[in-house]
Structures are given as C-alpha cells and as structure tokens.
C-alpha cells in the first residue's frame, strides 16, 4: 500500500511559478514510478509528467513541455512538479500517483493504483 498526499497548489497569476509536492508513506517509495495528472472543470483527467523508478526517465505532455519539471528524492519519499511560466489553461485539481511500471507509454495512460487526493491550482489572466 502506498498513501499519497499532495501540497503546493494554489492561486498565482499567469506567468508565475508553483512548485507541487506529493509525499508518500511506506518504505518502498524508491520501487514506484510516479505521475501527475490534472483535471479541469468539466474535462477528461489528463496526462501532466511522469518519473520512472528504475533510471529516473521523465516523461511530459506536449503541453508543459519546457515548463513543467518532475523530480523525486528517495530519501524524502517525494516526487515535486515546478512549473514555470503558468497560463490560465493549466488551471485544474492535479493529483499524483504512483505504479511499479517503468514503461513511458504505460506511465501516460494513467491506470495507476495509488492516488493521491489532488491538490488545487488556479491561474488568473
């Protein structure tokens, strides 16, 4: 079993930066991989990044690429997002998970067994 909980969200204006965290209990957080999706008002939960276990290989949707990171401490049992440079379309509940699967491909589609409860992020104009 893996609990996860997510900080970090909040209200900035378009342009600016947040830094999620998501903390995960149990002491095999090294052995998951971990994602962030997100989900807006009325729309499909979608992709966000992904940090496999094994190599650290990262994994981004098209739409954050350049301005969203993900990294993991092992020892904090953590996984961050910094996103950088905002826009109101980013505005959504992003939530992380975690899996033991490595592959990119299975790590985008979001069949993870563990989630967290999401955390808010708003973006003014």
């Known amino acids: 079993q893996v609990q996860l909980v997510e900080s970090g969200g909040g209200l900035v204006q378009a342009g600016g930066s947040l830094k999620l965290s998501c903390a995960a209990s149990?002491?095999?957080?090294?052995?998951?991989?971990m994602g962030w999706f997100r989900q807006a008002p009325g729309k499909e939960r979608e992709f966000v990044a992904a940090?496999?276990?094994?190599?650290?290989?990262?994994y981004y949707a098209e739409s954050v690429k350049g301005r969203f990171t993900i990294s993991r401490d092992n020892a904090k049992n953590t996984v961050y997002l910094q996103m950088n440079s905002l826009k109101p379309e980013d505005t959504a509940v992003y939530s992380c998970?975690?899996?033991?699967?490595?592959?990119?491909?299975?790590?985008?589609?979001?069949?993870?067994?563990?989630w967290g409860q999401g955390t808010q992020v708003t973006v003014s104009s």
């Open positions: 998970a975690a899996d033991r699967h490595t592959s990119g491909d299975v790590l985008q589609r979001g069949l993870y067994p563990y």
């Open positions: 149990g002491r095999t957080f090294s052995s998951y991989s």
């Open positions: 940090i496999n276990w094994s190599d650290r290989s990262t």
